[in-house]
């Protein structure tokens, strides 16, 4: 190999350092006001709701709570859902009694959020010819809408759902969260 193609390639190398070296430098990261979250903070989230299962659909009011102490990650925790309307199915008639739910982790990303290990159990009222659903969802994408300052969250996931202890099936939810009024705009990523 001669001189000239040595420097060539070893330029070129450089280059692409140099190029990619901003990108990996700088992680997207929790902001409060534009500056680094460093910080404990929760942070109040209402919104809807609606799954499908393979017994049926409904919609659901949703409230959560997202904690995080800054850097690159948050979680889940206290969620919850009320008022739920059966769509279709076996579900068109019936009323979740009880929701039970394991903290789910938050990922933060340059322009959206990744949720992951979401896991919840609804319990359905007596008359319901479903008793339980314990769905889970592996990761989903949580859409920000000015992800600079954040007041409505949107996602969608699929996974999978166990209706009575059954096998598997199949899972999809989706819906949309606003930011508490105290904390609207103010918390953003970046």
């Known amino acids: 190999m001669s001189l000239k193609r040595i420097l060539t390639l070893g330029a070129a190398a450089l280059v692409a350092l140099a190029l990619a070296a901003p990108a990996s430098a700088v992680a997207a990261e929790w902001k409060h006001e534009g500056a680094p979250l460093a910080e404990h903070v929760e942070i109040g989230l209402t919104g809807g709701e609606v799954f499908v299962t393979e017994a049926g659909g409904m919609i659901c009011n949703a409230a959560a709570t997202l904690t995080t102490e800054g850097g690159s990650s948050g979680e889940i925790i206290n969620y919850e859902t009320t008022k739920c309307m059966g769509l279709f199915g076996e579900l068109s008639a019936c ?9 789910w982790g938050v990922d933060v990303n340059a322009t959206d959020l990744t949720i992951t290990g979401s896991t ?58 606003s930011v508490a009024p105290e904390a609207s705009g103010t918390y953003g990523i970046g």
């Open 95 to 103: 009323e979740v009694v009880a929701t039970e739910e394991v903290p």
């Open 120 to 177: 919840l159990v609804r319990v359905f009222d007596p008359e319901c010819p479903v008793g339980e659903i314990e769905s889970t969802i592996p990761a989903m994408t949580a859409f920000l809408v000015e992800p600079e300052a954040i007041t409505e969250i949107e996602y969608f996931g699929g996974g999978s759902a166990s209706i009575d202890g059954g096998s598997p099936g199949e899972y999809e939810a989706f819906g949309s969260w």
